[in-house]
């Protein structure tokens, strides 16, 4: 039977081994799910109907997602991004009928993520009938991942760890939600990168796109993760390369880095059966993380990937590469108020 749309063909993994115990789910366009989510849920509430317009801030493949929907479904569509979105994407969002714009200087808070909210507000106020999908705290961002939960339970059965890129917080939150309905012990790791607040670094300018943020999202559940890794800029621009150049799969960058990740963790786990999320396909990154020449003028440019993280026991304290941390289902609060201690080494936790 033909998929009814573009949307129903391509919004959910493909499950693909990439290891003795290691399986990537592996998407075209991962926020395509939650963006198709979210529209028809607020469609069943009566939130959007006949001429309602769909204001959203996002810098990247939520917004492709989102434009792709609305197109679809004749909706209007306002994106209020930044700098980040290249100009490919510029081109992808306004030829499905997106009404981009740009803000083009950050908040002296919370950087462009925070001014973009501040627009968002604004055109609310212009656009009496209109709605926000809002991904950073709208629950059904989360609940979207029910059924890939329920396809990668179909296929593999039992699983024991789950590691995946943290940026809004939904799909790694969502998908191990409901995988321990079947293993409540299951292993939550989220990767994030160097300057991003969501596990308590400070706040700084971050090369890598779609990991991390500036603002902390609400969908962030923090005492669902048992471990965090942080992965800077060159690890995972080389990590990503590795993917392509090993596996054939060309990904994005928060997919190379949760990689990077979840193969170091799986090796250290051979019992156990570890998924990991890969989001979107690498596209939108030949000019940028696949160009030596732009890695080189970035400074960015590694000839490999670290054999190993550095443990640490406080996300202040941690270094400039590529570090673990037990996060021990804890609330931030909870790790930050905890005082650091020193001389702590190891290596991945066993399931």
């Not at 509430?45 to 990247?60: F, M, V």
Request: glycine share 12%; hydrophobic share 40%.
């Amino acid at each position: 039977m033909p998929y009814q749309s573009i949307v129903d063909a391509t919004e959910l993994p493909r499950l693909v081994r990439l290891g003795p115990n290691l399986y990537g789910a592996v998407f075209s366009l991962m926020k395509l799910l939650p963006a198709r989510f979210m529209i028809d849920r607020a469609e069943d509430r009566g939130a959007l109907g006949t001429g309602t317009t769909i204001i959203e801030t996002s810098s990247g493949t939520f917004a492709l997602g989102l434009a792709m929907v609305a197109r679809l479904r004749g909706y209007q569509l306002k994106i209020v991004g930044d700098p980040a979105i290249d100009r490919n994407l510029r081109m992808r969002l306004r030829g499905l009928g997106a009404d981009v714009e740009i803000v083009e200087r950050a908040g002296a808070q919370g950087g462009y993520q925070q001014a973009r909210l501040d627009r968002v507000a604004e055109l609310c106020e212009q656009i009496p009938d209109h709605f926000v999908p809002g991904q950073y705290d709208n629950k059904d961002n989360p609940t979207a991942y029910g059924r890939v939960a329920e396809l990668v339970g179909d296929a593999l059965g039992h699983v024991d760890c789950l590691v995946g890129p943290v940026g809004s917080g939904g799909s790694t939150g969502g998908l191990a939600s409901f995988l321990r309905l079947a293993n409540p012990g299951l292993h939550l790791v989220g990767v994030d990168t160097h300057g991003s607040v969501i596990f308590g670094m400070e706040d700084r300018p971050r090369l890598v796109r779609g990991l991390g943020n500036s603002l902390l999202p609400a969908n962030v559940r923090h005492d669902a993760y048992d471990e965090v890794h942080w992965v800077n800029a060159a690890e995972t621009f080389r990590a990503t390369r590795d993917l392509h150049e090993r596996k054939a799969l060309f990904m994005g960058a928060t997919s190379g880095a949760a990689h990077l990740v979840a193969q170091w963790w799986a090796a250290r786990n051979p019992g156990a059966k570890v998924v990991v999320m890969l989001p979107d396909e690498g596209n939108r990154y030949q000019e940028t993380v696949y160009s030596e020449e732009w890695l080189h003028a970035n400074g960015v440019l590694a000839d490999r990937v670290p054999d190993a993280p550095h443990r640490e026991d406080h996300p202040r304290s941690a270094g400039p590469d590529w570090s673990w941390m037990p996060w021990g289902r804890r609330t931030l609060d909870e790790v930050l108020a905890a005082a650091p201690a020193h001389g702590l080494a190891g290596s991945g936790a066993a399931v």
